[in-house]
């Protein structure tokens, strides 16, 4: 397992190397970012240099020595992952519980010992609070990584005793170049933009959608809700093809589309004074969106065939009082 940097990470990188130099690195990182920026990655190139008994100058790991040989081959001593036994499922507090008697063991092979937890907002209320006792008492020799993307879901008494390195999706520029770059599957410009934005900037959230022609569904859906807007769309066939789709990607698609709306309504008002109307009718149509989402989000049973349905039904009617008035 050669590890890799991405672009988007160097900064954060340079900010651990320093602290790497100066000895000062800090025995608990939380690692957090949006999907598709490659975090866990990220965290496999940091246990690699802290691990690595030969860095090279730029801190990176050597590649060839024992401890990174040991780390490539899967079987290294002094390095500890823990994940969810099942995906999606929570991470045990005997999980844990298992750490904690590692922990008190020295480094056989390297100077450190390194711990990754992902994702971390998968401990479950008794697993974080055995991590919490373990961050309370830091052994020196040391570097746990929890990594997430979505801290929110974390308890602050743990939050609070990690040091934030927060990875940031990259400009839109800098995305766009590495895709268009590496990107196996290739579409136009203007697609790639939006999957982005959809993406909310993650370039390899974006090569995800590409390799399951997302970008076929994004056109689809641009088309459907503009033939809900225009009055012309029929409410059952349209979420018979939604419910195909990942519901909520759909959902986001929409607010994006309807904020895009809002914003050209906002620059044309002084041309077009009727434009107030406008804008009023997409605050209308945002509010249900956001009101689906969290229907949808909150994983509570719910008939998403009829809760589309009634969506678009609703959507429609707006649409017609604000043509009719
Ligand atoms: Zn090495």
Redesign the pocket.
């Known amino acids: 397992m050669l590890t890799v940097l991405y672009p988007w990470q160097t900064s954060l990188w340079q900010q651990l190397c320093q602290q790497l130099q100066t000895n000062r690195l800090p025995h608990a990182l939380l690692v957090s970012g949006v999907k598709g920026l490659a975090k866990n990655s990220f965290a496999q190139h940091i246990v690699?240099s802290v691990l690595?008994?030969?860095?090279c100058d730029d801190q990176s790991?050597?590649?060839?020595?024992h401890?990174?040989k040991l780390l490539n081959a899967g079987s290294h001593p002094d390095h500890i992952e823990i994940r969810p036994e099942e995906i999606g499922k929570q991470i045990k507090i005997d999980q844990i519980r298992n750490l904690r008697d590692k922990q008190q063991l020295t480094p056989s092979v390297s100077k450190w010992k390194t711990i990754i937890i992902s994702p971390a907002d998968n401990l479950n209320v008794s697993s974080s609070n055995s991590l919490l006792k373990l961050l309370e008492e830091p052994q020196h020799n040391t570097v746990l990584i929890l990594i997430t993307s979505r801290p929110q879901k974390l308890p602050i008494t743990v939050k609070s005793r990690c040091q934030n390195y927060h990875l940031a999706s990259p400009p839109s520029e800098q995305a766009s170049d590495w895709l268009e770059k590496y990107a196996e599957n290739k579409v136009d410009t203007e697609t790639l933009a939006k999957l982005l934005q959809l993406a909310k900037g993650a370039p390899l959230a974006v090569v995800d959608m590409l390799n399951c022609n997302m970008a076929e569904q994004y056109l689809q859906v641009e088309e459907d809700f503009k033939s809900i807007l225009q009055n012309s769309a029929n409410p059952i066939a349209l979420t018979a093809t939604w419910l195909k789709y990942d519901l909520v990607m759909v959902l986001n698609q929409l607010q994006y589309m309807i904020r895009d709306h809002m914003i050209k309504s906002f620059e044309n008002l002084p041309k077009i004074p009727a434009g107030q109307a406008k804008i009023s009718l997409y605050w209308q149509i945002s509010d249900c969106i956001v009101g689906v989402i969290k229907l949808v989000s909150s994983q509570t049973n719910i008939n998403n065939t009829l809760l589309i349905e009634d969506f678009i039904v609703s959507v429609m009617r707006i649409v017609n009082s604000k043509t009719t008035n």
């Open positions: 690699a690595c008994l030969n860095r790991s050597c590649g060839h020595c401890s990174c």
